[in-house]
């Protein structure tokens, strides 16, 4: 257990479905964020909060929608995904003034039929 | 803009040798410099950082890494590799903050495979 908490842990979703997967930190950080990790590519940073709002959108298609209601909880809505989004979905946070780096959750495996 | 390079995709060991995994960085300011460990369906887990103290950082599981700003490097090293050893590993660079959330970029990873 790492500190930050990463639900479901394995999602399997149509493409016409709608999902969210839910991040949930309690180390007293202010910033979170999202990325996907497809195989063999770099980890894609997708979004970055601080202190509830969002500083970073990486060109992220529409059908992916953070939404950050405190500086604990993080979402990622879902909806009409395609086969290609079928990744590990992970979040972090950090203490954003600090250098003690991220903490990860254990990821979201996600696969889109 | 900060960017890492990993030297290798793969690498393997056998059980008991050195370990040696590269990083290469490039950024405009002073950095910061991370490694992290990725065990197969796992999230990552801070293996070591450089914060601008002592060039020699050393981590847990017995890794360390040497800062040379010279050759913009970030080796990881461990004396003598064990099974359990065997993970990804990333190599991340931090821009030094301004008061927003600190952003990693992350280099492409080295699949550590260690061989009996």
């Known amino acids: 257990e790492t500190g930050v908490t990463q639900t479901p842990r394995h999602l399997v979703m149509g493409m016409t479905n709608k999902k969210s997967l839910k991040c949930e930190q309690h180390l007293g950080h202010n910033a979170m964020y999202w990325y996907k990790q497809s195989a063999k590519k770099p980890l894609e940073l997708m979004f970055v909060?601080?202190?509830?709002?969002?500083?970073e959108n990486n060109s992220v298609p529409s059908r992916f929608s953070p939404e950050c209601p405190n500086s604990s909880h993080l979402f990622l809505h879902l909806h009409t995904l395609q086969p290609e989004d079928s990744a590990l979905y992970l979040c972090?946070?950090?203490?954003?003034?600090?250098?003690?780096?991220?903490?990860f959750g254990s990821g979201t495996r996600l696969t889109v039929v | 803009a900060q960017s890492v390079t990993q030297l290798g995709s793969h690498v393997s060991v056998s059980e008991g040798a050195l370990v040696l995994l590269r990083c290469n960085y490039s950024s405009s300011v002073p950095p910061y410099l991370f490694w992290y460990v990725q065990y197969p369906n796992q999230g990552l887990q801070l293996l070591l950082k450089?914060?601008?103290?002592?060039?020699l950082v050393k981590g847990i599981n017995g890794f360390e890494a040497e800062f040379k700003k010279s050759e913009t490097s970030f080796h990881l090293t461990k004396p003598s590799a064990h099974m359990s050893d065997a993970a990804e590993y990333f190599c991340?660079?931090?821009?030094?903050?301004?008061?927003?959330?600190?952003?990693?970029?992350f280099g492409s990873g080295t699949q550590l495979t260690v061989l009996p």
């Open positions: 450089y914060t601008s103290a002592a060039t």
């Open positions: 972090a946070s950090s203490q954003g003034q600090g250098v003690v780096g991220y903490t």
């Open positions: 909060y601080n202190f509830k709002e969002q500083t």
């Open positions: 991340a660079v931090s821009d030094t903050g301004r008061g927003s959330a600190r952003q990693l970029t």
